[in-house]
Every structure is written in C-alpha cells, then in structure tokens.
Nanobody, 124 residues
C-alpha cells in the first residue's frame, strides 16, 4: 500500500508558476512509476505527466509540454510537478498517482494509488 499526499496548490495569476509536491509513504516508493493527472469542473480526469522509477524517462500531455516538468527524489519519497506559464485552462484539481509497476503510463486506469488532490486556480 502507498499513501500519497499532494501539496503546493493555490491561486496564481496567468503567467505565474507553482510547484506541486506529492509525498509518498508506505511500501517502497523508488520502484513505482508516478503520474500527475488533473480534473477541471465538468470534465473528465486527464493525464498531465508521468515519470518512470528511474527518473530518466518522462511523458507529458501536449497541452503542458514545454511548460510543466515532472521530477522525483526517491531519497525523499517525493514527486514534483513544476508548472510554469500557467493559464486559466490549467485550473483544476491535480492528483498524484502511483503504479505498482516501474514504467510510466498515460492512462489513469494503470495507476493503483491516488492522492486526495490539490486545487490549482489560475486567474486571468
């Protein structure tokens, strides 16, 4: 079992930046692939970014590519999402997720553990 707790969300103006953190506890973290997803009001949950256990391989949604960066610190059992050049379309609840497998996936159904989410609101 892996417990995930997100933090770092908040209100930011368009063009600003935020860094989300996801602290993991429980079973071994370093071998889990991790992902970030988001859900805006009235919309389905969508993929944002994912990273393999090794940190060498990442994937991004086209809508965030070049603006967001996912990273992880296995020594701290934490995964991060650095979000730059934010725009109102990025407003959503952001969820951290972990796979039992070591390799990343862009599909939410592939993830076994989820955090409670953190709200990100971008004002225009």
């Amino acid at each position: 079992q892996v417990q995930l707790v997100e933090s770092g969300g908040g209100l930011v103006q368009a063009g600003g930046s935020l860094r989300l953190s996801c602290a993991a506890s429980g079973r071994t973290f370093s071998r889990n692939a991790m992902g970030w997803f988001r859900q805006a009001p009235g919309k389905e949950r969508e993929f944002v970014a994912a990273i393999d256990w090794s940190t060498s391989y990442t994937s991004y949604a086209d809508s965030v590519k070049g603006r967001f960066t996912i990273s992880r610190d296995n020594a701290k059992n934490t995964v991060y999402l650095q979000m730059n050049s934010l725009n109102p379309e990025d407003t959503a609840i952001y969820y951290c997720a972990a796979r039992k497998a070591s390799y990343r996936s862009i599909y939410s159904a592939a993830y076994d553990y989820w955090g409670q989410g953190t709200q990100v609101t971008v004002s225009s």
